[in-house]
């Protein structure tokens, strides 16, 4: 979903329409921001905050009328709330915070497979994006421009990384 504060808060609330099972939602944020912008990344946590807020304790049908919100419009400004989200607020982001989020969900994941009895490393989608890595390997490594025979996407890709390799060089 890419996208920051308020724009990516706004794809969250559809992905978990009301009347669907509760999907746990984390929120990561950080204390100091890597490019301060005036009072932006104080915007941006209280989106965050917000949110959170949101998602556990929702709005009533009877609140969205004491608004003064048309009868019509209720049901749609309603939110059930009781959503389980987690809010992870570190410091700053740096490699050392980086490592230690992707560590505690490789951790999450390993332990839900566990309790699930399920391998959640052994995926068939992954070993077969093992299989193709194999095939642009070389294809990366070629001193020449080698003949690309993947999807369109694929080959664009290669291509862009072997000209900024070049560029860079």
Not at 105 to 119: C, N
Request: proline fraction near 7%; aromatic fraction near 6%.
């Amino acid at each position: 979903m890419g996208r920051a504060g308020d724009e990516r808060a706004a794809l969250l609330l559809p992905a978990d329409p009301p009347g669907h099972d509760a999907r746990p939602c984390d929120f990561i944020a950080f204390h100091r921001t890597l490019n301060p912008l005036g009072r932006h990344h104080d915007l941006l946590l209280a989106n965050v905050f917000a949110q959170a807020e949101a998602l556990a304790f929702g709005k009533t049908a009877d609140e969205v009328r004491a608004e003064g919100t048309p009868e019509r419009l209720v049901p749609h400004r309603t939110f059930e709330g009781n959503r389980p989200t987690s809010v992870i607020l570190a410091e700053q982001l740096t490699p050392e915070t980086l490592g230690t989020l992707v560590a505690l969900y490789e951790h999450s994941v390993f332990t839900q497979g566990v309790i699930w009895h399920i391998d959640s490393f052994d995926q068939w989608g992954v070993e077969l994006g093992k299989q193709l890595a194999q095939r642009i390997i070389p294809e990366l490594a070629s001193a020449t421009e080698p003949p690309l025979r993947h999807d369109s996407s694929t080959n664009a890709l290669i291509r862009r990384h072997r000209g900024r390799r070049t560029e860079a060089a």
